[in-house]
């Protein structure tokens, strides 16, 4: 990875000699960021005491100096660069975004200045192709052989588009029936791109869903449980937190067991044992379940079917069900061993 680095950095020092007047180098490196911050055009132009316009017109008449000599060969060092980078963007799937790219070249978390070193480069470079960061896309290199910014773009918010029809996540293969590529780790690199997208548990659909973007613990142990498919402890569902890959895990036992209590959608089911009420489980006492049970029943129940049906929505003793049946205020022994409501 010390040799893809040493490459990438002659690349750059080889393209920058190509441009002659200091100015120029300067607004280069500050625009791209390449020693420092990246500067906006308003910055640059107030340090070199010219309009913001102006800025602009000379960053656009370098980048196409830098184009003319790529393409005629006049940066050698920009060979090298390239075969890295169009290598392991074959890997990723042939777009990528540049933080993940350059992480990848590199092997390790990108500095800064070593992620725009690659964009200024991809930036003239015939071989490859950038996407600017704006709202709906993050900052991307492509191989150019696969489709130019347009055509990223498009494919992008082609993914976008199923996923809303859609109307609920997809997993890679779903999406693969919808889409035509060669492999679904091409439709993974292009769906990366989009800000308007998120993946989670190996499915992607819209960032504003909590299924897949959980904002705050309710979303994060409506997942943990939702994937689970089964009544966790809170202790269990605070521990699947610490444990996934969510951003910001660090929560407490107490939070969680906090928010369980005040969310509809979960269940007390037992001693601490929650569950999703989509599952079928409402809340209330062993009485209140018994009772809801006896409404629903057109017919007297035994103790034994009425333990049974109590044990699918509730994780108690059998013991505790049978104390809430002698209840006579509600509920009243029609025979040897059959209930009703009283």
């Known amino acids: 990875m010390e040799q893809n680095a040493e490459i990438l950095k002659n690349a750059i020092s080889g393209s920058l000699k190509i441009i002659e007047q200091d100015r120029e180098k300067e607004i280069i490196s500050r625009r791209f960021g390449l020693t420092g911050n990246k500067e906006t055009l308003e910055q640059i132009g107030e340090m070199l005491s010219i309009t913001r316009?102006?800025?602009?017109?000379?960053?656009?008449?370098?980048?196409?100096?830098?184009?003319?000599?790529?393409?005629?060969?006049?940066?050698?060092?920009?060979?090298?660069?390239?075969?890295i980078l169009i290598r392991n963007l074959t890997e990723m799937g042939r777009v990528a975004r540049i933080?993940?790219?350059?992480?990848?070249?590199?092997?390790?978390?990108?500095?800064?200045?070593?992620?725009?070193?690659?964009?200024?480069?991809?930036?003239?470079?015939?071989?490859?192709?950038?996407?600017?960061?704006?709202?709906?896309y993050f900052s991307t290199v492509g191989i150019s052989e696969y489709g130019d910014n347009k055509k990223i773009r498009e494919r992008v918010d082609e993914v976008v588009k199923v996923i809303k029809e859609n109307k609920s996540p997809m997993t890679l293969d779903e999406l693969d029936e919808k889409l035509n590529y060669e492999h679904p780790d091409h439709i993974k690199a292009v769906a990366s791109i989009s800000k308007l997208?998120?993946?989670?548990?190996?499915?992607?659909?819209?960032?504003?869903?909590?299924?897949?973007?959980p904002k705050n613990i309710r979303d994060k142990i409506f997942v943990i449980l939702e994937a689970k498919k089964e009544p966790m402890h809170f202790s269990e569902i605070a521990k699947e937190?610490?444990?996934?890959?969510?951003?910001?895990?660090?929560?407490?036992?107490?939070?969680?067991?906090?928010?369980?209590?005040?969310?509809?959608?979960?269940?007390?089911?037992?001693?601490?044992?929650?569950?999703?009420?989509?599952?079928?489980?409402?809340?209330?006492?062993i009485s209140d379940i018994i009772k809801l049970i006896l409404?629903?029943?057109?017919?007297?129940?035994?103790?034994?079917?009425i333990v049974k049906q109590v044990l699918r929505m509730r994780k108690v003793k059998e013991t505790t069900i049978l104390l809430n049946l002698q209840n006579k205020k509600l509920f009243k022994?029609?025979?040897k061993n059959l209930y009703t409501l009283a």
Do not use: C, M
């Not at 997208?197 to 973007?213: D, E």
């Open 53 to 83: 316009e102006r800025v602009r017109q000379l960053e656009k008449a370098i980048l196409i100096r830098l184009q003319i000599s790529a393409e005629e060969g006049r940066i050698p060092e920009l060979a090298g660069a390239e075969k």
């Open 333 to 335: 022994k029609v025979d």
């Open 99 to 136: 933080s993940d790219l350059a992480d990848k070249v590199y092997g390790r978390p990108a500095k800064a200045s070593e992620k725009t070193g690659i964009y200024f480069i991809a930036t003239f470079s015939k071989n490859l192709t950038v996407v600017e960061e704006n709202d709906k």
């Open 241 to 285: 937190i610490k444990e996934s890959n969510f951003k910001r895990k660090n929560v407490t036992i107490q939070a969680i067991h906090n928010e369980l209590i005040k969310d509809s959608r979960f269940v007390l089911i037992g001693r601490g044992i929650y569950a999703l009420s989509s599952w079928g489980y409402k809340k209330g006492t």
């Open 295 to 305: 409404e629903k029943s057109e017919k007297p129940l035994t103790r034994e079917e």
């Open 197 to 213: 997208l998120a993946t989670l548990n190996g499915v992607w659909g819209l960032a504003k869903w909590p299924s897949v973007n």
